[in-house]
């Protein structure tokens, strides 16, 4: 069944064509990658789906609901969370409170007004997040700012906030961009393990090899249009990804 | 304790003997020594010491963690003392009904400033709060004229109803008191050179006060405080994170608007008359240097930032030629003119030099104000006291956080 649905969305930024007669299908539970070359549009996608802009023309809906003019807290709460290209965490918080605050925002709705309660008392609060803390390799610095980490680990936290909430739709936006092989290795083996917990997922990434180890399919855009989608084989062979990527370096 | 850590408790226990003690702790030099003029023990500068300090506690709840900068807080004060005297102009002199009026008053009118303000983030936020102040200074100066008497200001008077009390006791106005107590009573004790005072009207403030900085500390470490910090480091990630971070930050904003109308309240309660200057833009400005001198987002910040201030603005305002010259008297002839001339400039009018020296010092060398200049120090002895002490020093100086 399909989860997410666009339908001819297009945008442009004074002459240019950032989005042009979009459409996709993301199947539930799947890992669905979308690519392409830098300034295809594929930010500008997702910014879409999340309520950061208002396309000019065309249909998002989510769970045949539709997503455009709602609010981005609105969005969230019916079940989609994003990691930003740029990690979007709370710099001056602990690990801990920026993983907590999405906790609550799951359990208690967009606004609840918790004066007397004490963050160290909220036991299931503060378990959910040093549970993720540990799925993602942070439990450790717990209680250190958030801005204290390095880029790939914010990535990592920033991970950690949506997984906290159990979205039923993760956009990622490039969450290996910044990481070590390693931690790239280890991203993956938790994206497949979520997988698992049947979160539906969008990845956006430059890196082949996340993508060919995680994509059930594969879109690929260039200059703000969709221009092959398939499985991860028959997108390899593709002719037209090859030449949208300057004779498939990257591949 | 009351559902506070350990810390916090401390802190809170701390706090609590400073208040209880401070009679004795702003008096500590004999009445006829030299040094004599520099004693805060007076009531009406101690009671400013926590009115205020009540006053920077609230607005250290809207600017200390979600960032919003108000340059209109003084309005919210303002707006509490003209409900608190008409409560004892209408009702009783009986300082409770004022207390809870000039709250109520101040939150509500602070719920319809905040809801317009905060359509603005940032400077503009700043621009539209002093606005409306400034407005709010203007509208009590003319047309509001009926309700707040305008430039004579609100007082009591004979003619007052007062239909739950009495409009005159023989003859004149009643005293504010607190069932029965009135705000001005209070003993004296002289031991050796010494003199203490203690008031009833101060006492009555500091135990408000103290409630004020419990329900604070509640706040700072609850959920709700944890979402007005996230206010201040990120709204976006707030926002997809599925918070609406508005009726948050409003939330603070009314909660620091009620302060403001319970310092105003309390103003009013131990000397019934309300002006309209206190709504004054130099007024908003005070609590803010008071916020950021202390410690913005602190705990105690605030209490300590404001009681520097009253007491900068009430002792050295004081000081004059004379009595410089006796001070410095046991120089010599030339240093000592020289001397008096340097220091002449900081005291008298001349304080708002000191002020502004101290601000200007604190803002670029101690960021996070007298608080985290404490924190430096305790930091210093803990090093120099080794490891096996550190406990000793760090919750005092950590708990302020
Ligand atoms: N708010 C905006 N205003 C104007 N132009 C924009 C805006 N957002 C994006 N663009 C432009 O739209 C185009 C697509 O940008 P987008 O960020 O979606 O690319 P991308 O595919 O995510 O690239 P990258 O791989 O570098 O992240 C770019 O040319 C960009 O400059
Ligand atoms: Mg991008």
Same mark, same amino acid.
């Given at each position: 069944m399909g989860i997410l649905k666009v339908r001819n969305l297009n945008k442009n930024f004074g002459g240019l064509k950032a989005l042009n007669e979009i459409n996709l299908d993301v199947e539930e539970g799947t890992v669905h990658a979308i690519i392409g070359p830098n300034g295809a549009g594929k930010s500008t996608l997702l910014n879409t789906f999340v309520g950061r802009l208002v396309p000019d023309t065309g249909e998002v809906n989510f769970d045949d609901q539709p997503l455009l003019n709602r609010q981005p807290y609105e969005i969230n709460q019916m079940g989609v969370c994003r990691v930003f290209q740029t990690p979007e965490i709370f710099g001056e918080l602990s690990l801990l409170d920026n993983v907590m605050i999405p906790t609550f925002a799951k359990r208690d709705g967009s606004f609840v007004l918790n004066g007397w309660g004490r963050m160290d008392r909220e036991t299931d609060v503060n378990d959910q997040a040093e549970h993720v803390l540990e799925d993602v390799g942070l439990a450790d610095q717990r209680n250190e700012l958030a801005n204290s980490l390095s880029r790939g680990d914010k990535r990592r936290l920033e991970l950690a906030m949506c997984l906290v909430q159990a979205p039923r739709l993760l956009l990622l936006d490039e969450p290996t961009a910044g990481m070590s092989r390693a931690d790239t290795n280890n991203t993956i083996d938790l994206l497949k393990r979520i997988g698992e917990r049947g979160i539906t997922k969008i990845v956006i990434e430059h890196d082949m090899h996340v993508v060919f180890s995680l994509a059930e399919k594969i879109s690929v855009m260039a200059q703000g249009a969709v221009i092959v989608e398939g499985a991860p084989d028959e997108i390899k062979g593709d002719p037209k990804v090859q030449e949208a990527y300057l004779g498939g370096a990257h591949l | 304790m009351l559902g506070l850590s350990r810390k916090d408790t401390t802190l809170l226990l701390i706090v609590l003997a400073l208040v209880v003690l401070a009679p004795f702790l702003l008096n500590p +030099?004999? @009445?006829?020594? @030299?040094?004599?003029? +520099?004693?805060?023990?007076?009531p009406d500068l101690m009671q400013r010491f926590v009115i205020f300090g009540i006053f920077a506690m609230g607005f250290n709840i809207l600017f200390g963690l979600t960032g919003y900068l108000s340059f209109g807080h003084a309005a919210f004060l303002g707006v509490g003392s003209y409900a608190g005297v008409w409560m004892m102009k209408l009702l009783t002199v009986n300082v409770v009904p004022a207390i809870i009026a000039s709250v109520a008053v101040a939150g509500v009118f602070s719920l319809l400033i905040g809801y317009i303000c905060l359509r603005r983030s940032g400077i503009y936020f700043s621009i539209l709060t002093l606005a409306f102040a400034q407005m709010s200074f203007a509208l009590a100066y003319s047309v509001l004229t009926p309700i707040t008497a305008g430039e004579t200001g609100l007082q009591l008077s004979l003619n007052d109803p007062r239909i739950l009390g009495s409009s005159a006791v023989d003859g004149t106005i009643p005293a504010t008191n607190f069932f029965g107590i009135a705000m001005r009573d209070g003993f004296e004790w002289a031991v050796g050179g010494w003199k203490f005072t203690f008031n009833f009207g101060y006492y009555l403030c500091a135990v408000i006060m103290l409630i004020a900085f419990y329900i604070s500390i509640r706040i700072f470490r609850s959920p709700f405080g944890a979402m007005l910090r996230a206010v201040k480091s990120n709204q976006q990630r707030m926002n997809y994170t599925g918070i609406n971070p508005k009726p948050y930050t409003l939330a603070a904003f009314v909660i620091s608007g009620m302060y403001a109308g319970l310092a105003g309240g309390l103003m009013v309660a131990v000397d019934p008359l309300a002006g309209a200057d206190r709504m004054f833009w130099t007024a908003s400005g005070e609590v803010v240097l008071m916020t950021i001198l202390g410690g913005a987002g602190t705990l105690v910040g605030p209490l300590l930032g404001a009681g520097v201030i009253k007491y900068f603005e009430n002792i050295f305002s004081r000081l004059n030629e004379a009595d410089l010259n006796q001070m410095f008297s046991g120089l010599p002839d030339g240093l000592q003119s020289a001397m008096v001339t340097v220091a002449q400039m900081f005291v008298g009018d001349g304080w708002l030099l000191t002020l502004g020296v101290m601000f200007m010092a604190v803002v670029i060398f101690l960021p996070g104000g007298i608080v985290e200049g404490g924190q430096r120090v305790a930091g210093w002895f803990r090093r120099k006291s080794g490891t096996e002490k550190s406990g000793k020093a760090a919750p005092a100086a950590s708990a302020a956080e």
């Open positions: - | +030099f004999p @009445e006829d020594s @030299e040094l004599a003029r +520099f004693n805060a023990g007076y």
